[in-house]
């Protein structure tokens, strides 16, 4: 079912307070001294009110309902239970729809040649009546709001921005698509600086905000393309990319929700910090129910932060592991050299090396993973022991007699031991773990694969944590194994299943009452999700993402992959298998690949698996770096030699790039560190300020920086580590800021970045060197030690005038 109401014809749509015909420009008054600005703010913020008060009574109903359900009794049939929760995991997914789209609900309105006017919004929303108050900004009536140009108005007169801070309405702002019906309409258009431009400039606070009153013509069709297949959005740093992944992702749930609310959507970013920048932007656009995750973190038990070294994560992402890991799995169905001699109670009997090997034999040709085929070797074995149990007893076995005997046998220590010793059980991280901890293990699996020298990078010790790279190693080892369906765990699991299917069928019941019903378009709970919810199922609140990310089976209907070019063919391996529809969208900069295993191409690493089904959609313009500031970050691309193309930036910063040489001691290098880092957050004050530096100069940056800095309004607070982007100051690894904007950046020791000419993979290092360049919207001040190569000098501060270095040990070139 669906609870969107049906919209009503245009000549039945609400018309809200109009400024009179011929109504005087912006800048002049009326008799009464009254501006046309102030006319028309006032007509919007009548508008917007009246939307916001729709918005606190669908919230107050809901939150009533919401009561009254949870003080119903909870005593009666197991079926009424079940009921109650459905109903309030209804009415808990509306609120916090209704929650999440409090900041700036109305951002867009759009004057068409009929007479309609439309607002656009966060959502949906119709009034008593069911006549339609706005527009969500997914709904196919929005796309004029984005697409519509003077050349192809699509039947749009005035297009008109509205600020908003809070609900007050704090500027308004207009396109005019066509000034004959303008004035045909008698309306009037206000200026201003551009609703792009003026988000653009606006100060950064720890956290990405979405787009959806900007999202320009190209990010538009991106955003709406269709869900089949795979997109791969390309994009240099500032194009917004991960914005428009974001909305896609929020587009498509819209578009195709009764498929996606019941397998959902996973959105994979590349560190918990990016995870936490981007938080808040799906709930905002009314999504609540999309899994998100690092690579480390897609094998449920596993939060993997470590990185391995370039050769070795090259290694790890080989697909040679698909034989290593087989040949190692089948290393462990063994088939003893000798005979057993094994006491059943009291009973000698001798199991042969040729009867393991027939129940091995029969094991394997069953191609069940090496887990659930086990079950079979299991049986074959104790079956043929009860034979010899009573054959040494002297009995005939009987049929109805072998159940009994067959339990006295899994109960015997010594069959216990042989069945292991044959056929062990193995979890993925014991078949991984030995491999890369054991010597003999990984030569056992990869001779002949891979090189003894290539076997020694591989192994580890003991105490090693999970890397990233290990993850989609641990999934692979998975698919071999199988799930162990035996004991108590897989019968737990069988009984869950059984009380699911109860709990959904329930909640169809639920949905099919029209319980859903609702005047906020678009919105519709999954009988799958109501059922999850349910306290006797999985606990309270228990959404589709919460159980996608404990279940490493699950299936999703759509993945978003963002910096998709640090991907190894491995961990794509694992993507496809969470997504077998292969319906994805990939964002990526091959200009920003670092890892050893990442992507050159975009086909060499798509082809395999979705070979003429995958698209590409480029991301041309930047809207976050300023052009002086991107102009150096493409210089270094270009003297590291280090291929991609850039992006065009559409602002102009403040002015280039400044490069300071910063001296050798220790002690003055920390006080000019922390000099040039209270200067630059008093540049970006109110704003967010990175300082970001190579991992092996963490540490120190951070012991000199202190916990705060001196500021023109008190003492700036630095952080580092998970709660850096809530401070003014961050102190991060480049890679921790991938993905990430700042207001400014200070970037301490590019050569160090580029990691000099040992380094294992000198493209990472170039291209790291790019990332930190190009994260910050106002300002970039680099510290280098002495000696930096003077090409990258060159690079980093341009060749115009003016582009200066300042030396502070002792000499001055040139100007800031």
């Known amino acids: ?221 991106v955003i709406r393309s269709p869900a089949d297949g795979v997109l791969v959005v390309q994009g240099g740093p500032g194009t917004g990319k991960t914005a428009v992944a974001l909305h896609r992702a929020a587009f498509l749930l819209y578009a195709h929700r009764e498929r996606l609310a019941r397998s959902g959507v996973l959105v994979v970013g590349p560190s918990p910090v990016f995870l936490r920048y981007i938080e808040q932007v799906l709930p905002s656009l009314g999504e609540n129910g999309v899994l998100t995750s690092t690579a480390g973190q897609l094998f449920p038990g596993v939060d993997a932060r470590a990185s391995d070294r370039p050769a070795v994560a090259r290694l790890k992402g080989d697909d040679r592991w698909l ?38 034999e029969r094991a394997r040709a069953s191609g069940e993973p090496h887990n659930e085929a086990r079950t079979g070797f299991v049986r074959d ?98 698919e071999v194994l199988g799930d162990d369906e035996s004991g108590a765990a897989a019968s737990a699991a069988r009984e869950a299943d059984r009380r699911r299917e109860e709990a959904l069928s329930v909640a169809r019941d639920v949905l099919s009452s029209g319980a859903g019903e609702t005047s906020v378009e678009g919105f519709t709970a999954s009988a799958e999700d109501l059922a999850a919810r349910q306290s006797d199922v999985g606990g309270p609140a228990l959404t589709v993402a919460e159980r996608a990310a404990g279940d490493r089976t699950w299936v999703f209907g759509h993945v978003v992959v963002d910096e998709a070019q640090e991907l190894s063919s491995m961990m794509w391996r694992l993507l496809v298998r969470r997504c077998p529809t292969r319906s994805m969208t990939v964002v990526g900069d091959l200009a920003q690949t670092r890892s050893a295993a990442g992507a050159s191409t975009w086909e060499e690493v798509l082809d395999p698996f979705v070979e003429g089904r995958w698209r590409l959609a480029e991301l041309t313009v930047n809207y976050r770096t300023p052009r002086q500031v991107m102009d150096a970050a493409a210089a270094v691309l270009a003297v590291t030699g280090a291929p991609g193309r850039t992006p065009t930036s559409v602002r102009e910063g403040e002015g280039p790039p400044v490069l300071t040489t910063v001296p050798g001691d220790a002690a003055e290098r920390d006080q000019v560190l922390r000099e040039v880092v209270a200067d630059e957050a008093a540049r970006v004050a109110g704003g967010r300020l990175a300082v970001l530096v190579p991992p092996e100069r963490l540490a120190g940056a951070v012991a000199a920086l202190g916990s705060s800095l001196p500021g023109p309004g008190g003492p700036l607070r630095v952080t580092s580590g998970p709660g850096a982007l809530d401070s003014p100051v961050a102190v991060m690894t480049v890679a921790d800021a991938k993905g ?38 106002q300002r970039l001040h680099v510290l280098a030690p002495p000696g930096l190569d003077p090409a990258v000098a060159d690079a980093i501060r341009g060749s115009r005038p003016g582009r200066g270095v300042e030396d502070l040990t002792g000499a001055t070139t040139g100007g800031r």
Do not use: C
């Open 1 to 221: 079912m669906t609870a969107a109401a049906s919209s009503p014809p245009p000549d039945q749509q609400p018309r809200d307070r109009q400024p009179p015909a011929g109504t005087p420009d912006a800048g002049t008054s009326d008799a009464a001294g009254e501006t046309a600005r102030e006319r028309e703010n006032g007509v919007e913020q009548d508008a917007v009110g009246r939307r916001y008060a729709r918005l606190d009574d669908l919230r107050r109903r809901t939150a009533q309902e919401l009561t009254a359900v949870r003080r119903s009794e909870t005593t009666g049939t197991h079926q009424n239970r079940s009921e109650r929760d459905s109903f309030a995991a209804l009415h808990e997914s509306r609120l916090a729809q209704l929650d999440a789209v409090e900041d700036r609900l109305v951002f867009g309105r759009l004057d068409l040649g009929g007479g309609e006017t439309r607002y656009v919004g966060r959502l949906g929303l119709a009034d008593e009546t069911q006549q339609r108050l706005l527009v969500d900004w997914r709904a196919p009536a929005s796309e004029p709001f984005y697409q519509a140009t003077a050349a192809r108005p699509s039947g749009v007169v005035r297009r008109r921005h509205l600020s908003l801070r809070g609900r007050a309405v704090t500027g308004l702002e207009d396109d005019v698509l066509d000034a004959e019906g303008l004035e045909a309409l008698g309306l009037e258009a206000l200026g201003g600086e551009g609703a792009l431009m003026s988000a653009l400039g606006a100060q950064r606070t720890g956290r990405m905000g979405d787009i959806v009153a900007t999202i320009q013509a190209e990010q538009d069709a």
């Open 381 to 478: 074995l104790l079956l043929h022991l009860a034979d010899l149990v009573a054959r040494a007893q002297g009995n005939r076995l009987e049929p109805e007699d072998r159940p009994a005997v067959v339990a006295d046998l899994r109960g015997a220590r010594d069959v216990r031991r042989a069945l292991n010793l044959a056929w062990m059980p193995l979890s993925p991280q014991k078949l991984l773990g030995d491999l890369l901890t054991r010597p003999h293990r990984l030569a056992e699996a990869a001779d002949g694969v891979f090189s003894p020298a290539e076997q020694a990078l591989l192994v580890r010790g003991v105490e090693a944590p999970w890397t990233v790279d290990d993850v989609p190693l641990l999934d692979e080892a998975a």
């Open 323 to 360: 034989e290593v890991l087989r040949r190692a799995v089948a290393a462990r169905e063994r088939v003893p050299a000798r005979a057993q001699r094994l006491d059943v109670e009291g009973t000698t009997v001798t199991l042969t090396p040729r009867a393991v090997a027939r129940a091995v």
């Open 740 to 777: 990430l904007e700042f207001d400014g950046v200070v970037l301490l020791d590019p050569a160090g970045v580029l990691g000099g000419p040992d380094a294992e993979d000198p493209r990472a290092g170039a291209h790291d060197l790019y990332v930190a360049m190009t994260r910050p919207t």
